[in-house]
C-alpha cells in the first residue's frame, strides 16, 4: 500500500510562516507530478501549487510570491513553504501524488491523498 503522510500545519498569526511536509512510502516505483490542495470549510478543495517529476512548478494566483513547493526524489518527499501568511490561507492542507507503485503484484499507476493537515492563520 502507498501512503502520504503530511505534517507541519498549526496555529500561526498573519505574516508568519510554515511549512508544510509530504512524505510518500510503500512499494513506489515511480512519482510524477505532486501538489498541494486546500480546502477550507463551506468551499471547494483548490490547487495550491504542483511540481512535476523535473522540477517544473505551478502556482495558483493567490498565493505566487508567497508560497514555494519543493521535493526531495530521494525522500520521496514533497514540501510546501508558506510566508507571509494571511487569515484566507486558513484551511486544511492535502498533499496530491501521482504514484506508480506495485499494488498486489502488479505496476499499478494512480494519485494518492494524504490525510489533510490544518492551518489557522489569525489576524
Known amino acids: 500500500q502507498v501512503q502520504l503522510v503530511e505534517s507541519g500545519g498549526g496555529l500561526v498569526q498573519a505574516g508568519g510562516s510554515l511549512r508544510l511536509s509530504c512524505a510518500a512510502s510503500?512499494?513506489?516505483?515511480?512519482?510524477?507530478?505532486m501538489g498541494w490542495y486546500r480546502q477550507a470549510p463551506g468551499n471547494q478543495r483548490e490547487l495550491v501549487a504542483a511540481?512535476?517529476?523535473?522540477?517544473?512548478?505551478d502556482y495558483a494566483d493567490s498565493v505566487k510570491g508567497r508560497f514555494t513547493i519543493s521535493r526531495d526524489n530521494g525522500k520521496n518527499t514533497v514540501y510546501l513553504q508558506m510566508n507571509s501568511l494571511k487569515p484566507e490561507d486558513t484551511a486544511v492542507y492535502y498533499c496530491?501524488?501521482?504514484?506508480?507503485?506495485?499494488?498486489?503484484?502488479?505496476?499499478?499507476?494512480?494519485?494518492?491523498w494524504g490525510q489533510g493537515t490544518p492551518v489557522s492563520v489569525s489576524s
Open positions: 511540481i512535476s517529476s523535473d522540477g517544473r512548478t
Open positions: 510503500g512499494s513506489i516505483l515511480s512519482i510524477n507530478a
Open positions: 496530491n501524488a501521482n504514484i506508480r507503485a506495485v499494488i498486489d503484484y502488479f505496476a499499478r499507476q494512480r494519485d494518492y
